[in-house]
């Protein structure tokens, strides 16, 4: 007979009370960080709204296999996201409804899984409270709230690569007692079976997101520890023995092989071609899409992307050099160090490509809270923390000035407050040995920064043209989505995929083809034409004997490359008819 014990609301409440109150906290605080702002965002260009658009293709066609663009196949990532965000969609709005929330779903899961393995991998690590601080600061960090709310694969990959991380951490750390010549090698042989199946399951899953990035930051670590332990150290690394290799690489296999297969004989082999031939290599051998960086780039993006575990960073050297011997430090270093140097040394660069690195330099961060700070590692913490929160003011200032409208110099203000006032008197509080409370006041800094930024975004009308080109369908009554006016909408001159998801598969993208713009409006769809085609367009038109007919006018800023923006809506109203009766309007 089941006892009141059994049912799974208990054992979950057990649990939470039983060892994962801390990781199952962070992972609350990084949902209630990235929620408001996965709300308030638009769709944003260029890779969230393709992966967006790519999703609902999957929804509108049943195809599950293949992975689209429009018309054209999306070669570049795994199918995972794709998968998750369709599923998310189907239980929530449904793709006729071009939401982009139920799409950023997967990437809020993603953040609150980071938090949560973070502080789950830390607790192994360092202790419940080392483990707990940790995870609630990767929750607030900037870089990893800012994903959330994007509809991508980072926010996922990271939670899925730290959870692996922190899987690995618990086996390293735990099976090393198992060597015959450790100290007190342990009788009893635990197996670790829970570890080795998350560590597996997680494996699969950065792969289906990401392709090599799980596995590159796993070989550089296990590389790593393996140089450490066997030639510094001169120990046994019998460790690595007990990963579960047999059955792990077969399940592996099992969850990774069929859509490989099946991509590889639906493509006939182009997805790989594309995907490995294309995308990865455009990013080794060069700055692929103009994302090119020095290397260094990461490194000093750090007092940004971590904010505002940046004010901890001088801690965690500290920490760092003075306890690399311990086994717990040296896992976090030989985690961190080579991968975030691939990602150095690698000529294509993001800010958040670095990111399933971070929770290891989260850890030495979380760690420094409790150690005694010298002098310069002191003034690292104020330097950074300081640079990180002057950038972050100096960003919301020129976004203010350039675009903003005059009600949004408060977000400026409360930017600077909390990045700079709050994260400096957390930092203070810390310094005078009132840990708690400088603790509680660095994470509010991070929250209302990352809040005020977001706003912020959202109040520069410029910025956001797809928003602005689908107010002026619907104010012109010319939206096919409302089935005012015949579809799809035409645009001449401007291919931002924003655009594309707000409208609709169909919508017609014509780069620089003004006689196909001509052909939209001789077929009576909408069509917006941006001025730097205006001149080609209207020759065209005259040549086809039309007269377009300008209904309004978007006037903005494309982000993605830097350039402003003019788009006129055209429609084609039929020809009056002089003999057909007049109808008076209501009032005059």
Not at 20 to 42: Q, T
Not at 347 to 375: E, M, N, Q, R
Not at 542 to 562: E, I, M, R, W
Request: proline share 7%; net charge positive; with cysteine.
């Amino acid at each position: 007979m089941p006892t009141f014990t059994s049912f799974l609301p208990v054992k979950l409440l057990q649990a939470a009370y039983g060892g994962l109150r801390g990781p199952l906290l962070a992972a609350l605080l990084a949902l209630i960080v990235g929620i408001p702002c996965a709300l308030m965002l638009p769709p944003m260009d260029r890779d969230e709204s393709r992966f967006a658009q790519a999703s609902s293709q999957m929804l509108e066609s049943h195809d599950y296999i293949n992975i689209n663009l429009q018309n054209v196949p999306r070669h570049k990532k795994p199918v995972g996201i794709y998968w998750l965000q369709a599923l998310c969609v189907k239980m929530t709005t449904g793709v006729a409804a071009r939401d982009i929330f139920p799409y950023r779903l997967p990437s809020l899961i993603g953040a609150a899984l980071a938090a949560f393995a973070c502080a789950w991998g830390a607790a192994k690590a360092f202790g419940t409270r080392v483990g707990t601080k940790a995870g609630l600061l990767f929750a607030v960090a900037f870089v990893l709230a800012w994903e959330a709310s994007s509809a991508r694969t980072d926010a996922l990959l990271c939670g899925t690569t730290t959870l692996m991380m922190a899987a690995l951490a618990r086996l390293y750390l735990g099976t090393r007692a198992l060597d015959p010549e450790a100290p007190n090698p342990d009788t009893k042989r635990p197996k670790f079976l829970k570890e080795k199946l998350i560590f597996w399951l997680s494996m699969a899953a950065t792969i289906l997101l990401k392709g090599p990035i799980g596995p590159m930051v796993l070989a550089t670590t296990l590389l790593a520890l393996w140089v450490w332990d066997v030639l510094v150290l001169k120990n046994k690394t019998q460790w690595i023995r007990h990963l579960g290799w047999g059955w792990g690489l077969c399940l592996l296999a099992l969850i990774c092989g069929p859509w490989a297969v099946a991509i590889t004989i639906t493509t006939d082999g182009a997805f790989w071609t594309h995907a490995i031939g294309g995308d990865l290599a455009s990013k080794v051998d060069g700055g692929s899409e103009g994302h090119s960086g020095l290397p260094g780039y990461h490194t000093v993006l750090l007092a940004l992307t971590l904010f505002p575990a940046s004010w901890l960073l001088g801690g965690a050297i500290q920490t760092a050099v003075f306890r690399r011997h311990e086994a717990a430090i040296r896992f976090a270093l030989c985690w961190f160090l080579p991968a975030f140097l691939v990602f150095e040394l690698t000529p294509t660069k993001l800010p958040h490509y670095p990111l399933p690195t971070f929770a290891a330099l989260i850890w030495l961060c979380a760690v420094s809270l409790d150690v005694p700070l010298k002098g310069w590692a002191r003034g690292i913490n104020w330097t950074l923390g300081l640079l990180g929160g002057i950038l972050f003011t100096a960003v919301a200032v020129v976004g203010f000035q350039k675009f903003g409208p005059p009600h949004a110099i408060v977000f400026v203000v409360l930017t600077g407050i909390s990045a700079v006032g709050i994260a400096a008197f957390a930092a203070w509080l810390l310094w005078r040995q009132h840990p708690r409370y400088g603790f509680g006041f660095l994470l509010a800094a991070g929250f209302l920064t990352h809040l005020c930024i977001v706003s912020l975004a959202v109040s520069l009308k410029p910025i956001w043209v797809s928003n602005a080109m689908r107010q002026a369908l619907v104010s012109a009554h010319l939206d096919p989505r409302q089935g005012i006016a015949p579809g799809p909408v035409a645009v001449l001159g401007y291919n931002e995929p924003s655009f594309v998801f707000a409208e609709g598969t169909k919508t017609q993208l014509l780069d620089t083809n003004a006689n196909g713009a001509v052909d939209a409006l001789q077929d009576g769809r909408p069509l917006f034409v941006e001025q730097r085609d205006q001149a080609a367009f209207l020759n065209a038109a005259a040549n086809a004997g039309l007269t377009p007919h300008a209904v309004s006018q978007v006037k903005g800023f494309d982000y993605s490359n830097g350039k402003p923006v003019v788009l006129t809506l055209y429609d084609n109203p039929p020809p009056v008819d002089p003999t057909a009766p007049t109808t008076a309007i209501a009032g005059q």
